[in-house]
Protein backbone atom coordinates (compact mmCIF):
# COMPACT_ATOMS: atom_id res chain seq x y z
CA UNK A 1 0.00 0.00 0.00
CA UNK A 2 1.48 3.38 -1.17
CA UNK A 3 0.25 6.78 0.41
CA UNK A 4 1.04 10.15 -1.58
CA UNK A 5 -0.53 13.65 -1.84
CA UNK A 6 -2.38 14.76 -5.35
CA UNK A 7 -3.36 18.24 -5.69
CA UNK A 8 -6.61 19.66 -7.40
CA UNK A 9 -6.18 23.02 -8.20
CA UNK A 10 -8.20 25.91 -10.19
CA UNK A 11 -10.84 26.97 -8.24
CA UNK A 12 -10.23 30.68 -7.07
CA UNK A 13 -8.84 31.61 -3.70
CA UNK A 14 -9.37 27.43 -2.95
CA UNK A 15 -6.75 24.80 -3.21
CA UNK A 16 -8.02 21.64 -2.31
CA UNK A 17 -5.31 18.95 -0.95
CA UNK A 18 -7.02 15.15 -0.90
CA UNK A 19 -4.56 12.72 0.42
CA UNK A 20 -5.24 9.69 -1.34
CA UNK A 21 -4.71 5.89 -0.45
CA UNK A 22 -4.25 4.05 -3.53
CA UNK A 23 -2.86 0.03 -4.74
CA UNK A 24 -1.54 -0.77 -8.48
CA UNK A 25 -0.78 2.89 -9.09
CA UNK A 26 -4.38 3.98 -9.26
CA UNK A 27 -6.61 6.36 -8.09
CA UNK A 28 -10.75 7.29 -7.86
CA UNK A 29 -10.94 10.74 -9.24
CA UNK A 30 -12.92 13.04 -6.48
CA UNK A 31 -16.37 14.76 -7.74
CA UNK A 32 -16.07 18.63 -7.42
CA UNK A 33 -19.03 21.22 -6.87
CA UNK A 34 -18.68 25.26 -6.88
CA UNK A 35 -21.78 27.39 -6.81
CA UNK A 36 -22.86 28.31 -10.14
CA UNK A 37 -20.70 26.02 -12.30
CA UNK A 38 -20.95 22.92 -13.74
CA UNK A 39 -18.01 20.46 -13.04
CA UNK A 40 -16.54 19.20 -16.86
CA UNK A 41 -13.89 17.25 -15.69
CA UNK A 42 -9.71 16.79 -14.12
CA UNK A 43 -7.11 17.84 -16.66
CA UNK A 44 -3.52 17.66 -16.38
CA UNK A 45 -3.13 21.65 -17.16
CA UNK A 46 -4.41 24.67 -16.76
CA UNK A 47 -5.24 25.48 -20.48
CA UNK A 48 -7.50 22.18 -20.48
CA UNK A 49 -5.55 20.67 -23.34
CA UNK A 50 -4.64 17.40 -21.63
CA UNK A 51 -7.80 15.92 -20.32
CA UNK A 52 -7.42 13.40 -16.99
CA UNK A 53 -10.85 11.83 -16.36
CA UNK A 54 -14.03 12.83 -15.15
CA UNK A 55 -15.19 12.32 -11.48
CA UNK A 56 -15.36 9.13 -10.83
CA UNK A 57 -13.07 7.31 -13.33
CA UNK A 58 -9.38 5.62 -12.38
CA UNK A 59 -6.29 7.54 -12.94
CA UNK A 60 -3.82 5.20 -12.90
CA UNK A 61 -0.74 7.83 -11.27
CA UNK A 62 3.07 7.51 -11.07
CA UNK A 63 4.34 10.56 -9.85
CA UNK A 64 3.22 13.69 -7.52
CA UNK A 65 0.74 14.80 -9.94
CA UNK A 66 -1.52 17.90 -10.35
CA UNK A 67 -5.22 18.27 -12.14
CA UNK A 68 -7.01 21.07 -12.25
CA UNK A 69 -11.22 21.28 -12.59
CA UNK A 70 -12.92 22.68 -15.10
CA UNK A 71 -15.49 24.65 -14.70
CA UNK A 72 -18.74 25.59 -17.07
CA UNK A 73 -21.37 27.96 -16.65
CA UNK A 74 -24.27 27.89 -17.96
CA UNK A 75 -26.70 30.80 -18.05
CA UNK A 76 -30.11 31.01 -19.13
CA UNK A 77 -32.25 33.95 -20.36
CA UNK A 78 -36.42 34.36 -20.87
CA UNK A 79 -38.07 36.95 -22.92
CA UNK A 80 -41.40 37.55 -22.91
CA UNK A 81 -43.06 36.48 -26.22
CA UNK A 82 -46.71 37.68 -27.03
CA UNK A 83 -46.39 37.45 -30.58
CA UNK A 84 -46.75 33.66 -30.79
CA UNK A 85 -49.44 31.31 -29.56
CA UNK A 86 -52.19 34.11 -30.10
CA UNK A 87 -51.03 36.32 -27.85
CA UNK A 88 -51.65 33.74 -25.25
CA UNK A 89 -48.47 33.47 -23.45
CA UNK A 90 -44.78 32.31 -24.60
CA UNK A 91 -40.92 32.87 -23.95
CA UNK A 92 -37.78 32.96 -25.70
CA UNK A 93 -35.14 30.88 -24.16
CA UNK A 94 -31.74 31.06 -24.99
CA UNK A 95 -28.78 28.97 -23.36
CA UNK A 96 -25.60 30.87 -23.12
CA UNK A 97 -22.26 28.08 -22.08
CA UNK A 98 -19.31 28.95 -23.91
CA UNK A 99 -16.91 26.37 -24.04
CA UNK A 100 -16.17 23.65 -27.06
CA UNK A 101 -16.82 20.49 -24.74
CA UNK A 102 -19.82 19.03 -27.08
CA UNK A 103 -23.03 19.19 -24.84
CA UNK A 104 -26.30 18.51 -24.60
CA UNK A 105 -29.40 20.71 -23.29
CA UNK A 106 -32.63 20.13 -21.25
CA UNK A 107 -34.83 23.08 -20.13
CA UNK A 108 -37.10 22.78 -17.24
CA UNK A 109 -40.37 25.03 -16.56
CA UNK A 110 -42.13 25.27 -12.73
CA UNK A 111 -44.80 26.67 -11.47
CA UNK A 112 -43.66 27.14 -8.45
CA UNK A 113 -39.74 27.06 -8.71
CA UNK A 114 -39.90 23.93 -6.39
CA UNK A 115 -41.56 21.51 -9.04
CA UNK A 116 -40.35 21.36 -12.57
CA UNK A 117 -41.37 19.73 -15.71
CA UNK A 118 -39.19 18.94 -18.77
CA UNK A 119 -40.14 20.92 -22.03
CA UNK A 120 -38.84 18.53 -24.46
CA UNK A 121 -38.47 15.00 -24.88
CA UNK A 122 -35.23 14.41 -25.57
CA UNK A 123 -32.34 16.46 -25.70
CA UNK A 124 -31.05 18.51 -27.73
CA UNK A 125 -27.82 20.45 -28.68
CA UNK A 126 -29.76 23.86 -29.81
CA UNK A 127 -29.52 26.48 -27.77
CA UNK A 128 -31.97 28.99 -28.75
CA UNK A 129 -35.85 28.32 -28.23
CA UNK A 130 -38.18 30.94 -29.29
CA UNK A 131 -41.78 30.55 -28.31
CA UNK A 132 -41.69 28.16 -25.25
CA UNK A 133 -45.10 27.96 -24.36
CA UNK A 134 -46.21 29.80 -20.81
CA UNK A 135 -49.73 30.29 -21.16
CA UNK A 136 -51.74 32.65 -19.15
CA UNK A 137 -53.72 31.06 -17.17
CA UNK A 138 -55.03 33.09 -14.34
CA UNK A 139 -58.07 35.18 -15.34
CA UNK A 140 -58.47 39.16 -15.01
CA UNK A 141 -59.49 40.74 -11.85
CA UNK A 142 -63.59 41.43 -11.15
CA UNK A 143 -64.70 44.55 -13.28
CA UNK A 144 -65.32 47.24 -11.12
CA UNK A 145 -65.39 51.22 -11.19
CA UNK A 146 -68.92 51.19 -12.76
CA UNK A 147 -70.94 54.15 -14.13
CA UNK A 148 -73.97 54.86 -15.56
CA UNK A 149 -76.35 57.54 -17.73
CA UNK A 150 -79.21 57.21 -19.29
CA UNK A 151 -79.65 57.86 -22.79
CA UNK A 152 -81.82 59.89 -25.14
CA UNK A 153 -83.25 56.64 -26.17
CA UNK A 154 -84.40 56.08 -22.77
CA UNK A 155 -81.71 53.19 -22.50
CA UNK A 156 -78.98 53.08 -19.42
CA UNK A 157 -75.17 53.17 -21.44
CA UNK A 158 -72.87 51.22 -18.58
CA UNK A 159 -69.12 51.89 -18.62
CA UNK A 160 -66.71 50.73 -16.36
CA UNK A 161 -63.00 50.78 -15.43
CA UNK A 162 -60.89 47.58 -17.64
CA UNK A 163 -59.73 45.65 -14.93
CA UNK A 164 -56.10 44.29 -14.35
CA UNK A 165 -55.05 41.16 -15.78
CA UNK A 166 -53.40 38.80 -12.84
CA UNK A 167 -51.28 36.66 -15.19
CA UNK A 168 -49.09 33.77 -14.70
CA UNK A 169 -45.72 33.45 -13.04
CA UNK A 170 -43.56 31.24 -14.70
CA UNK A 171 -39.37 29.69 -14.00
CA UNK A 172 -37.37 28.14 -16.11
CA UNK A 173 -33.77 26.50 -15.87
CA UNK A 174 -31.84 24.97 -17.89
CA UNK A 175 -29.36 21.70 -17.68
CA UNK A 176 -26.46 20.60 -19.76
CA UNK A 177 -24.92 16.92 -20.07
CA UNK A 178 -22.27 15.37 -21.56
CA UNK A 179 -22.00 11.46 -23.04
CA UNK A 180 -21.16 8.41 -21.94
CA UNK A 181 -21.15 6.20 -24.04
CA UNK A 182 -25.08 5.32 -24.38
CA UNK A 183 -25.62 7.67 -20.85
CA UNK A 184 -26.16 11.37 -20.81
CA UNK A 185 -24.05 12.72 -17.58
CA UNK A 186 -25.54 16.07 -16.37
CA UNK A 187 -22.93 19.06 -16.46
CA UNK A 188 -24.28 21.75 -15.15
CA UNK A 189 -27.76 23.69 -14.12
CA UNK A 190 -28.24 26.99 -15.26
CA UNK A 191 -29.57 29.86 -12.71
CA UNK A 192 -33.33 30.37 -12.71
CA UNK A 193 -35.28 32.67 -14.48
CA UNK A 194 -38.97 33.88 -14.00
CA UNK A 195 -41.01 35.55 -16.06
CA UNK A 196 -44.98 37.26 -15.07
CA UNK A 197 -47.02 35.89 -18.53
CA UNK A 198 -49.71 38.39 -18.90
CA UNK A 199 -51.65 38.23 -21.89
CA UNK A 200 -53.72 41.52 -21.47
CA UNK A 201 -57.97 41.83 -21.40
CA UNK A 202 -59.18 41.44 -24.84
CA UNK A 203 -62.52 42.39 -24.40
CA UNK A 204 -66.08 41.47 -22.14
CA UNK A 205 -68.68 39.25 -21.85
CA UNK A 206 -72.27 40.28 -20.69
CA UNK A 207 -75.84 39.75 -20.23
CA UNK A 208 -79.20 41.09 -18.77
CA UNK A 209 -81.58 39.92 -16.96
CA UNK A 210 -84.40 39.75 -14.11
CA UNK A 211 -81.68 38.04 -11.62
CA UNK A 212 -79.83 39.63 -8.87
CA UNK A 213 -77.28 35.89 -9.37
CA UNK A 214 -75.92 35.09 -12.78
CA UNK A 215 -72.22 33.45 -14.44
CA UNK A 216 -70.74 34.51 -17.38
CA UNK A 217 -69.88 31.23 -19.66
CA UNK A 218 -68.39 32.98 -22.39
CA UNK A 219 -71.34 32.56 -25.05
CA UNK A 220 -73.02 35.78 -24.01
CA UNK A 221 -72.48 39.17 -25.66
CA UNK A 222 -69.24 39.99 -26.73
CA UNK A 223 -67.83 43.52 -26.84
CA UNK A 224 -64.36 45.45 -26.57
CA UNK A 225 -65.62 48.71 -25.65
CA UNK A 226 -65.51 49.48 -22.06
CA UNK A 227 -69.43 49.82 -22.42
CA UNK A 228 -73.04 48.43 -22.96
CA UNK A 229 -76.15 49.98 -23.64
CA UNK A 230 -78.91 48.17 -21.95
CA UNK A 231 -82.74 48.19 -21.64
CA UNK A 232 -84.20 50.33 -18.77
CA UNK A 233 -87.27 48.17 -17.57
CA UNK A 234 -90.86 48.93 -15.24
CA UNK A 235 -88.78 46.92 -12.61
CA UNK A 236 -85.13 46.84 -11.69
CA UNK A 237 -82.99 44.24 -13.71
CA UNK A 238 -79.32 43.16 -13.30
CA UNK A 239 -76.30 43.59 -15.58
CA UNK A 240 -74.05 40.45 -15.19
CA UNK A 241 -70.56 40.84 -16.88
CA UNK A 242 -66.93 39.62 -17.16
CA UNK A 243 -63.32 40.24 -18.27
CA UNK A 244 -61.87 38.14 -20.53
CA UNK A 245 -58.08 37.57 -21.50
CA UNK A 246 -56.12 37.02 -24.74
CA UNK A 247 -55.34 33.55 -23.40
CA UNK A 248 -59.23 32.91 -22.89
CA UNK A 249 -59.55 33.24 -19.27
CA UNK A 250 -62.88 34.39 -17.68
CA UNK A 251 -62.71 36.23 -14.90
CA UNK A 252 -65.40 36.83 -11.83
CA UNK A 253 -68.75 37.86 -12.66
CA UNK A 254 -70.04 41.09 -11.30
CA UNK A 255 -73.86 42.05 -11.36
CA UNK A 256 -75.12 45.39 -11.44
CA UNK A 257 -78.62 46.42 -10.71
CA UNK A 258 -79.89 48.36 -13.68
CA UNK A 259 -82.48 50.67 -11.66
CA UNK A 260 -86.12 50.86 -12.83
CA UNK A 261 -87.77 54.06 -15.15
CA UNK A 262 -89.74 54.56 -12.04
CA UNK A 263 -92.43 55.58 -14.19
CA UNK A 264 -95.06 57.71 -11.64
CA UNK A 265 -94.74 61.36 -12.01
CA UNK A 266 -97.76 62.76 -10.59
CA UNK A 267 -95.66 65.11 -8.38
CA UNK A 268 -94.28 67.19 -10.99
CA UNK A 269 -95.64 69.94 -12.91
CA UNK A 270 -95.25 73.43 -13.44
CA UNK A 271 -94.26 75.93 -11.09
CA UNK A 272 -93.24 79.12 -12.35
CA UNK A 273 -90.49 81.01 -9.97
CA UNK A 274 -90.89 78.20 -7.78
CA UNK A 275 -87.99 77.69 -5.56
CA UNK A 276 -85.87 74.78 -5.38
CA UNK A 277 -86.56 72.10 -2.86
CA UNK A 278 -84.03 69.05 -2.96
CA UNK A 279 -85.26 65.99 -1.79
CA UNK A 280 -82.12 64.91 0.90
CA UNK A 281 -83.39 61.06 0.20
CA UNK A 282 -80.33 58.44 -1.22
CA UNK A 283 -81.19 57.41 -4.64
CA UNK A 284 -81.11 53.37 -5.17
CA UNK A 285 -77.97 53.39 -7.51
CA UNK A 286 -76.67 49.74 -7.58
CA UNK A 287 -77.84 46.42 -6.09
CA UNK A 288 -76.81 42.50 -6.39
CA UNK A 289 -73.72 40.20 -5.63
CA UNK A 290 -69.94 41.62 -6.22
CA UNK A 291 -72.15 44.99 -5.70
CA UNK A 292 -70.34 48.37 -5.41
CA UNK A 293 -71.73 51.35 -5.35
CA UNK A 294 -72.64 52.78 -8.45
CA UNK A 295 -72.89 56.69 -9.58
CA UNK A 296 -75.42 57.29 -11.84
CA UNK A 297 -74.63 60.35 -13.95
CA UNK A 298 -77.33 63.53 -14.56
CA UNK A 299 -78.00 63.80 -18.36
CA UNK A 300 -80.47 65.97 -20.11
CA UNK A 301 -81.72 66.27 -23.35
CA UNK A 302 -83.94 68.87 -24.71
CA UNK A 303 -85.54 69.43 -28.88
CA UNK A 304 -88.10 71.84 -29.95
CA UNK A 305 -90.37 70.80 -32.29
CA UNK A 306 -93.75 72.69 -34.12
CA UNK A 307 -96.77 72.27 -31.81
CA UNK A 308 -99.04 71.75 -35.67
CA UNK A 309 -98.36 68.38 -36.73
CA UNK A 310 -96.64 68.21 -40.42
CA UNK A 311 -94.84 71.64 -39.72
CA UNK A 312 -90.83 71.87 -39.43
CA UNK A 313 -88.06 74.50 -39.46
CA UNK A 314 -88.06 78.25 -38.87
CA UNK A 315 -90.87 79.53 -36.76
CA UNK A 316 -93.00 82.51 -37.45
CA UNK A 317 -93.31 85.03 -34.73
CA UNK A 318 -97.29 83.89 -33.01
CA UNK A 319 -96.39 80.49 -34.15
CA UNK A 320 -97.10 77.73 -31.03
CA UNK A 321 -94.16 75.25 -30.01
CA UNK A 322 -93.72 72.46 -27.97
CA UNK A 323 -89.97 72.07 -26.42
CA UNK A 324 -89.47 68.39 -24.64
CA UNK A 325 -86.83 67.76 -22.04
CA UNK A 326 -85.95 64.15 -20.77
CA UNK A 327 -83.84 64.15 -17.68
CA UNK A 328 -81.92 60.85 -16.34
CA UNK A 329 -80.34 60.52 -12.89
CA UNK A 330 -83.06 61.11 -10.65
CA UNK A 331 -83.21 64.82 -11.58
CA UNK A 332 -84.59 66.97 -8.60
CA UNK A 333 -85.57 70.19 -10.47
CA UNK A 334 -85.48 70.95 -13.82
CA UNK A 335 -85.66 74.38 -14.96
CA UNK A 336 -86.81 75.91 -18.96
CA UNK A 337 -85.48 79.77 -19.42
CA UNK A 338 -86.82 81.26 -22.69
CA UNK A 339 -84.86 84.06 -24.40
CA UNK A 340 -85.19 87.35 -22.77
CA UNK A 341 -86.34 88.53 -26.23
CA UNK A 342 -89.05 86.09 -25.90
CA UNK A 343 -89.39 87.12 -22.37
CA UNK A 344 -90.00 90.57 -22.41
CA UNK A 345 -92.81 90.26 -24.46
CA UNK A 346 -94.38 87.31 -22.52
CA UNK A 347 -92.84 86.90 -19.12
CA UNK A 348 -94.91 83.73 -18.53
CA UNK A 349 -92.66 81.62 -20.61
CA UNK A 350 -90.49 80.24 -17.73
CA UNK A 351 -90.89 77.79 -16.17
CA UNK A 352 -90.03 75.26 -13.20
CA UNK A 353 -90.59 71.86 -12.28
CA UNK A 354 -89.41 70.35 -8.68
CA UNK A 355 -89.30 66.32 -7.88
CA UNK A 356 -89.92 65.61 -4.10
CA UNK A 357 -89.87 61.74 -5.14
CA UNK A 358 -87.13 60.28 -6.76
CA UNK A 359 -87.44 59.02 -10.78
CA UNK A 360 -84.99 57.53 -12.86
CA UNK A 361 -85.99 59.68 -15.88
CA UNK A 362 -88.35 62.36 -15.80
CA UNK A 363 -90.09 63.88 -19.39
CA UNK A 364 -91.68 66.94 -19.75
CA UNK A 365 -93.50 68.91 -22.99
CA UNK A 366 -93.68 72.50 -22.05
CA UNK A 367 -96.41 74.24 -24.61
CA UNK A 368 -95.33 77.44 -25.95
CA UNK A 369 -95.85 80.55 -28.62
CA UNK A 370 -93.47 83.01 -29.93
CA UNK A 371 -94.34 86.04 -29.10
CA UNK A 372 -95.52 88.56 -31.46
CA UNK A 373 -93.26 90.77 -32.44
CA UNK A 374 -90.20 88.93 -32.08
CA UNK A 375 -87.20 89.78 -33.83
CA UNK A 376 -86.17 87.73 -36.32
CA UNK A 377 -83.15 85.65 -35.37
CA UNK A 378 -81.21 82.13 -33.48
CA UNK A 379 -82.36 81.82 -30.34
CA UNK A 380 -80.94 79.81 -27.67
CA UNK A 381 -83.82 78.35 -24.77
CA UNK A 382 -81.95 77.17 -21.57
CA UNK A 383 -82.57 73.92 -19.71
CA UNK A 384 -80.95 73.18 -16.69
CA UNK A 385 -81.47 69.99 -14.27
CA UNK A 386 -80.24 69.56 -10.52
CA UNK A 387 -79.66 66.83 -8.46
CA UNK A 388 -77.20 67.85 -5.17
CA UNK A 389 -74.23 69.61 -6.10
CA UNK A 390 -74.62 68.71 -9.43
CA UNK A 391 -76.12 70.25 -12.65
CA UNK A 392 -76.34 69.71 -16.26
CA UNK A 393 -77.10 72.48 -18.69
CA UNK A 394 -78.86 72.17 -22.66
CA UNK A 395 -79.77 74.88 -24.80
CA UNK A 396 -81.89 73.75 -27.63
CA UNK A 397 -82.63 76.26 -30.71
CA UNK A 398 -85.32 77.56 -32.73
CA UNK A 399 -84.96 79.78 -35.71
CA UNK A 400 -87.51 82.88 -35.74
CA UNK A 401 -88.29 84.28 -39.14
CA UNK A 402 -89.47 88.11 -40.21
CA UNK A 403 -93.34 86.33 -40.96
CA UNK A 404 -96.23 86.31 -38.47
CA UNK A 405 -99.09 84.16 -38.50
CA UNK A 406 -100.58 87.66 -38.18
CA UNK A 407 -99.37 87.78 -42.41
CA UNK A 408 -101.23 84.54 -42.82
CA UNK A 409 -104.27 85.87 -40.93
CA UNK A 410 -104.70 89.34 -43.03
CA UNK A 411 -104.25 86.82 -46.04
CA UNK A 412 -107.29 84.93 -45.35
CA UNK A 413 -109.25 88.13 -44.51
CA UNK A 414 -108.36 90.21 -47.71
CA UNK A 415 -109.56 86.19 -49.36
CA UNK A 416 -112.41 86.29 -47.80
CA UNK A 417 -113.51 90.23 -48.60
Known amino acids: MRQDTYYFGNIPDVTDQIRA ?24 DGA ?22 RWLSLSLSSTENYQVLGG ?13 IEKWYQICQSLDGESWRPLFTELTKQENHPGQAALDMAPPARVSGFRMAVTAERKMQVSWQAPQDQ ?28 NLLVSGVAGYYYYQDGSAAGNISGDEIYTVEQTALVEIG ?45 DPETHPEGGGENEEEIEIDLTLYAEISHSRAGYEGDFKSGEGGVLHFLAGGYAQR ?13 PELNVVFSYSEPSLIREEDIG ?10 VYEVTVRAY ?15 EESVLDELRTRIRNNL
Open 334 to 346: VEVIFPSEFTSLF
Open 21 to 44: LYEDGTVILPDCQRSGYGFAGWYF
Open 387 to 401: RDDLEAEVYPMLIVV
Open 234 to 278: TGDTWLHIAAVDVAGNIGETSHIRIPARDSGQEDSGPEPGAEQDP
Open 48 to 69: FTEFAGYAGSELLIQKDTRLYA
Open 88 to 100: SGAVDLVLSEPDP
Open 167 to 194: GTVYYHQAESYRKSGEEYLLLCRSNITE
Open 368 to 377: FSVPLYTAPG
